[in-house]
């Protein structure tokens, strides 16, 4: 089992930053690729981003590639998700996952673990 626990989310204006984070704890997550999804009202989970644990390799979702950036600290056992130039397009509920994938994986369907997920809300 790996545990995933999202914090870092609130609101902000357009134009602004936000830095999310996701604790990892459990059995061997240093081994799983760490994904970030969102998914805003009315429309489907989306891939943001993942990382993995083992390399540090990256891969961003084009609409946020230049804006939002993955990275890790082994000794937190924490993934980040900063996010800048903040847009309201950018409101919904950002989610922490893993699993033993690629971290090309975009489909939220091949991670298996899941955190509660933590809101971003960007005004206008």
């Known amino acids: 089992q790996v545990q995933l626990i999202e914090s870092g989310g609130g609101l902000v204006q357009a134009g602004g930053s936000l830095r999310l984070s996701c604790a990892a704890s459990g059995r061997a997550f240093s081994t799983y690729t760490m994904g970030w999804f969102r998914q805003a009202p009315g429309k489907e989970r989306a891939f943001v981003g993942a990382?993995?644990?083992?390399?540090?390799?990256?891969y961003h979702a084009n609409s946020v590639k230049g804006r939002f950036t993955i990275s890790r600290d082994n000794a937190k056992s924490t993934v980040y998700l900063q996010m800048n130039s903040l847009t309201p397009e950018d409101t919904a509920v950002y989610y922490c996952?893993?699993?033993?994938?690629?971290?090309?994986?975009?489909?939220?369907?091949?991670?298996?673990?899941w955190g509660q997920g933590t809101q971003v809300t960007v005004s206008s």
């Open positions: 990382i993995s644990w083992s390399d540090g390799m990256t």
């Open positions: 996952s893993a699993g033993r994938v690629a971290v090309t994986t975009t489909r939220g369907s091949e991670y298996t673990y």
